[in-house]
């Protein structure tokens, strides 16, 4: 699943398509999970609205209209958001995690049956297409005023967390620290990928209790998640089997993994073995000695 850096570049390089212009042409698939709004009302009130922001809230991307509704989107596990003269690789087919092959070239973009929703714009440029090979992606409108249930239960986002906010946040949790940084309500945007980054880096087991760590530690795991996040933004985000970016290019962070999906491989601290196991139903990786 997509978590921040991965959203975080998507907004970039979808900002570019969406913010300015005005909505000529809305065509969608039929109702499905896919849409929280249904097709027919989404068509009718995204119709003639000019973009005019668009953020990302956590692991959300928040498009503001000029008549102050908003368009809220989430890519799911498999979800593309794409600009129309690009096409990416088939969501169905996996990537290997690190690789030194040239990455291909991106082909013009072809809407297929899993491109749910497709943004044609009065103004010259490339349309905008949502493709969702699982539809668990979600696309709703959102009344100008209204809350959303989806982003207020939304914890702070974790390119701005403190080490003094995650230990307070932390005091009530006797969960594993791995499974509460995947809590959305407590840290929004950190997903599976991140949180085994960021506790490598930070040194601290997957497994501890959250509320045992330290005020240090939590200044740590703060400064290690900004670290990781930013890196990962930087590089593109990380490509493990369906993610492509609005251009059709693959992420290149998952060559910088430390830990991820590098179980049996040698630390590249110490050259312990790294472990996986299974925390919460999510594959876990870590160093057994560096990490306490």
Known sequence: ??????????????????????????????????????????RSRLLGRRVTRLERVGKYLVGHLDDGSRLLLHLGMTGQLIAARMQPEPATAKRRTRSTAPK???????????????????????????RDVRKFGKVAWIPKGAANERLDKLGPDALRVTGKALFQATRSRSIPI???????????????????????????????????????????LAGALKQVLKRSIATGGSTISDYVRPDGRDGGYQEHHLVYGREGEPC????TPIRRIVLAGRSTHFCPRCQK
């Open 1 to 42: 699943m997509p978590e921040l850096p991965e959203v975080e570049v998507t907004r970039r390089q979808i900002e570019r398509v969406l913010v300015g212009r005005t909505v000529a042409e809305v065509e969608t698939t039929a109702p499905s999970y896919f849409f929280l709004t249904p097709p027919s009302e989404l």
């Open 104 to 130: 291909k070239e991106a082909e013009p973009f072809e809407c297929d049956r899993h491109t749910h929703l497709v943004l044609t714009f009065r103004e010259p440029g490339p349309r905008l297409c949502f």
């Open 178 to 220: 791995k499974t509460a940084l995947l809590d959305q309500s407590l840290l929004a945007g950190v997903g599976n990928i991140y949180a085994d980054e960021a506790l490598f880096v930070a040194k601290i087991r997957s497994t501890r209790p959250a509320n045992r760590l330290t005020v240090a530690e939590c200044d740590a």
């Open 268 to 271: 590249p601290r110490c050259g």
